[in-house]
């Protein structure tokens, strides 16, 4: 019986809002998967949070690998 390929990851999304920032906010980035934590990322435009879910996800599912 072939055991199933086990796969995990953890993406921390902090948020907070800061005055006079273009789109008003400031994320941190904490991506792990497989137990392997990756440097922490910055981020302060929607569409940069947005490809870090992506990048992570896509990561995390094996896509274009």
Request: net charge negative; no cysteine; proline share 5%.
């Amino acid at each position: 019986m072939e055991t199933p390929s086990t796969r995990s990851g953890i993406l921390i999304l902090r948020v907070w809002v800061e005055d006079g920032r273009s789109d008003g906010f400031r994320a941190r980035i904490i991506q792990i998967v497989d137990g392997e934590q990756k440097p922490p990322a910055a981020a302060d435009q929607t569409v940069d949070v947005f490809l870090a879910l992506r990048t992570w996800l896509d990561e995390l599912l094996e896509r274009d690998r």
